[in-house]
């Protein structure tokens, strides 16, 4: 059976969907639909919500949840390459499709980006266009840029800490 419950954090309101025992979905929502309700909060959506919090607040820099996405198989090879883009760091489109051996698919992984399930908690905002530029998000452009930024912050401020601990 299906849970969703809705979250509201600093500059995200979203959902999150789990079923057997397994994340499925998170998807960006209104305010409205926020406070509309949910299903009762399950321990994993308990616990998803707060890695995503503590992410948020730069305290935590990798997600450790059962996933279950759905999509078809060229959509998952997609979905775990952009598992492994480091945090504070972004790849263009050509770079996930040359990883997955599929060189010219650029285009087809920017459809696979656009249909993640599960944004934030599998990068999909960390892939860029070739050119540097920021290209589409279903959370909004502007969502994208702030999770970068702060990515960008809080990388930086761990590469200050390693240097002054070393020195």
């Known amino acids: 059976m299906k849970t969703t419950c809705y979250y509201d954090m600093s500059i995200i309101k979203f959902s999150l969907s789990e079923e057997d025992g397994a994340l499925t979905e998170l998807a960006f929502v209104t305010k409205e639909q926020v406070k509309n309700g949910a299903d009762e909060e399950t321990s994993l959506l308990r616990g998803a919500a707060l890695q995503i919090?503590?992410?948020l607040e730069g305290?935590?820099?990798?997600?450790f949840l059962p996933l279950n996405p759905q999509g078809t198989e060229f959509m998952r090879l997609v979905w775990q390459a952009l598992e492994t883009i480091p945090y504070g760091e972004?790849?263009?489109?050509?770079?996930?499709?040359?990883?997955?051996?599929h060189h010219k698919a650029y285009r087809a992984v920017g459809m696979a980006n656009n249909r993640n399930p599960l944004p934030i908690i599998i990068p999909c905002h960390r892939v860029i266009g070739h050119n540097g530029s920021?290209?589409?998000?279903?959370?909004?452009?502007?969502?994208?840029?702030?999770?970068?930024?702060?990515?960008?912050?809080?990388?930086l401020k761990q590469v200050a800490k390693d240097h002054a601990d070393t020195h």
């Open 53 to 55: 919090k503590q992410y």
């Open 59 to 63: 305290r935590r820099k990798e997600f």
């Open 90 to 101: 972004t790849r263009s489109y050509k770079d996930i499709a040359n990883q997955i051996g």
């Open 134 to 155: 920021l290209v589409g998000y279903g959370g909004g452009l502007a969502i994208k840029e702030q999770l970068l930024q702060l990515e960008q912050r809080f990388s």
